[in-house]
């Protein structure tokens, strides 16, 4: 039976990088694997291939709606859906294998196969042909992710109705698409569709798209997908039933405003309404570990679990379902082990959604501010009076919102839809892990012509209304 330090089950962000740092620090490190290929939901379905077909997907887009205003002029243009899909295959690809690179370099033992507790420190990997390999170990980090949930009552049946894994493999381009849910995942794989020609109606519950960010984001964003890309956008729509009838799909839903039945007819119906955590047939019980109410692994401040040498890192804990939240915690957990002493700060866990225009936050929102009775103030500053953003013309949508305490001038949220606010919010979320001021951010100086002076600007409206160019 293999002996090991540390054994990770999950290959995701939060598996592999936690692997990783455990072998940099000296452990003895196995990962356990239940597909063929390593790098977990990201890599294979989720972050890395939806993020190369909204790369491709904007270029056609641009090049149709844009380029000739820039002077370029182009004549038969057509999208060539299987070459995008293709290309997204390549990307995958390669970073698969570089995982591949990474387990070798750090020297760490990895295992194919289901991997299921027998005891608290014994793990069993169930390989594809039912051989079964033994694992012993003094510490185990689970790190198993999670799968796309659905409603009740809407079978997903991997043709019609489908999950982002199946849309991510669709070699067509639908003519319609119902996407049910307003959030993230809904939202990114419906803009790749409508750029290259699809009709996209999202049905969505709640009030506002990306509920749990500012409902300023939701809003602006709501206002560019239907005037850019022609999205069709119904909330406050319950559904209430998904059927298939041969090539077309039947959505219903309960209009809440109005109080009737409405149906939307589609050749795809996505179901984006969310993931569960992914506990499967690991033996938990077995193992004597806890979930919570909603079937997640129970963890303490420490990410360890009611079994002292267990952990649980990632989708599988409460928190965001975030690739880099995954990373952050899988770290945190091998320097606790090597009797380090890490930081995490769940609050400072930037989200970011890659429509374009891109959202991103990080901190409070307005709403739980006013929730919670905080005295703040707010600055905010547009994209249309940046000059960066007027030149390169498409990009002057959008704003970035500074909340800062009213009595202290402390930097308490940023939220931002714009150009490059995937990458811009870190400048947000540096500045609120050393407990900047909004004064602290407006006195920095910012290169210019760049997208970051609207921070800046934002900034400076926050502090004392004195925003320099709007």
């Known amino acids: 039976m293999d002996q090991y330090d540390v054994v990770v089950i999950g290959s995701g962000p939060g598996g592999y990088v936690a692997a990783i740092r455990c072998a940099q620090l000296g452990m003895k490190t196995a990962l356990v694997e239940r597909y063929p290929t390593l790098?977990?939901?990201?890599?294979?379905?989720?972050?890395?291939?939806?993020?190369?077909?909204?790369?491709?997907?904007?270029?056609?887009h641009n090049a149709q709606h844009t380029f000739e205003k820039h002077g370029i002029r182009l004549q038969g243009m057509e999208v060539d859906y299987?070459?995008?899909v293709a290309r997204k295959r390549e990307v995958v690809d390669l970073s698969v294998k570089g995982i591949d690179f990474l387990m070798k370099k750090n020297k760490i033992q990895v295992h194919y196969g289901h991997g299921s507790y027998e005891d608290a420190h014994t793990i069993k990997v169930t390989k594809e042909g039912g051989e079964e390999v033994f694992l012993k170990t003094k510490k185990s980090i689970i790190a198993t992710g999670s799968k796309p949930m659905t409603l009740p009552g809407i079978e997903i049946d991997k043709k019609r109705i489908i999950t982002s894994t199946e849309a991510l493999e669709l070699e067509e381009v639908p003519e319609r698409l119902v996407v049910i849910g307003g959030g993230v995942i809904g939202l990114e794989l419906g803009s790749v569709m409508a750029r290259v020609g699809t009709d996209?109606?999202?049905?969505?519950?709640?009030?506002s798209l990306i509920?749990?960010?500012?409902?300023?984001?939701?809003k602006e964003l709501a206002k560019v997908l239907k005037r850019d890309l022609g999205f069709s956008i119904s909330l406050q729509h319950k559904v209430t039933g998904v059927t298939h009838h041969g090539d077309k799909v039947i959505v219903t839903a309960e209009d809440m405003k109005k109080g009737k039945e409405v149906a939307f007819e589609a050749d795809y119906c996505l179901v984006a309404v969310g993931r569960r955590p992914?506990?499967?047939?690991?033996?938990?019980?077995?193992?004597?570990?806890?979930?919570?109410?909603?079937?997640?692994?129970?963890?303490?401040?420490?990410?360890?679990?009611?079994?002292?040498?267990?952990?649980a890192i990632g989708d599988v804990v409460k928190g965001a379902m975030l690739a880099h939240k995954a990373e952050e915690e899988g770290v945190f957990v091998a320097e606790l082990l090597a009797g380090q002493k890490p930081h995490i700060?769940?609050?400072l866990i930037p989200?970011?959604?890659?429509?374009?225009?891109?959202?991103?936050?990080?901190?409070?929102?307005?709403?739980?501010?006013?929730?919670?009775?905080?005295?703040?103030?707010?600055?905010?500053?547009?994209?249309?009076?940046?000059?960066r953003a007027r030149a390169s013309m498409d990009d002057r949508f959008g704003f970035i919102k500074v909340l800062a305490d009213a009595e202290t001038d402390e930097v308490l949220g940023v939220h931002m839809i714009g150009p490059r606010a995937a990458d811009m919010i870190m400048e947000a979320v540096m500045a609120m892990e050393f407990r900047a001021s909004a004064e602290d951010l407006s006195r920095a100086c910012h290169a210019h012509p760049t997208?970051?002076?609207?921070?800046?600007?934002?900034a400076l409206d926050a502090t004392d209304k004195r925003a320099i160019h709007f």
Not at 42 to 60: R, T
Request: charged share 25%; glycine share 10%.
């Open 345 to 347: 700060n769940h609050h």
């Open 351 to 387: 989200g970011v959604i890659y429509t374009w225009p891109e959202v991103a936050a990080v901190g409070y929102t307005e709403e739980e501010l006013k929730k919670n009775g905080t005295a703040y103030k707010t600055g905010n500053f547009p994209f249309k009076a940046s000059g």
């Open 200 to 207: 996209v109606t999202v049905v969505e519950y709640a009030d």
């Open 211 to 218: 509920g749990a960010m500012d409902k300023s984001l939701g």
């Open 82 to 84: 299987p070459a995008m």
């Open 39 to 60: 790098g977990g939901t990201c890599l294979n379905v989720g972050c890395i291939p939806s993020k190369a077909l909204l790369d491709s997907s904007e270029h056609f």
């Open 451 to 458: 997208f970051s002076e609207a921070i800046k600007e934002a």
């Open 278 to 311: 992914y506990t499967d047939r690991l033996g938990l019980e077995k193992a004597g570990v806890k979930r919570d109410e909603k079937g997640r692994v129970d963890v303490d401040t420490t990410m360890q679990t009611n079994v002292p040498d267990i952990y």
